[in-house]
């Protein structure tokens, strides 16, 4: 006698492993699914990590070009006369919905290519081998928009959610208010326009 309730759909689907779930009258297949189960979650978990971590990248990437146009231009204003100010006035603008301004870190500097500037072997660690790093503390962090005909370089730093007990495992995140963060970096090199509005130009 067919189970038209479940045979009839598990024939049509040629008895895939849920219906042979559904039917099994054994503990095999309930021993297979908890076996298989638990690679599947981690698997899903991974997925969801990496694509989130994907998604703030390419929407820091954004909002970072954007910012550096805005100060090559001299389009700031008065509200970005200080780095907090500048996050929230400028960078934390053009981030898209769901980013949070207060996981954003930024480093702005500037130089000159001629006289004591240093050009941009200022922003390289002695050995020449790296750039220097950047204090993931905005107390820390130089904000420095330049004058006109100087070179800028940003970098914008995002502390991306860790909840894969992979990642946290192999150390790929730092500790970061009281959780696990690991931080997505854009960064964009430029030189200010010959502007002559007037725009914000302090902590050099």
Known sequence: MIDFGTGMSCALKKKGWLCRFRRASGGATAVEFALVMPLFIMVFVEILQAGLYVFCYAALEKATADTSRTIMIGALTDAASTANGFRNSVVCTKLIAGLSCDNIVTSLQTTTLSGSGGGYSVFVSPDERSL???????????????????????????????FSPLWITLKLSSPWKGGSAVFARAAVAFRNEPFTTASVSTGC
């Open 132 to 162: 220097k790093p950047v204090a993931m503390d905005n107390s820390q962090t130089s904000y420095c928009t330049g004058a006109p005909g100087t070179y800028g370089y940003i970098q914008v730093f995002y502390a991306v959610p860790v």
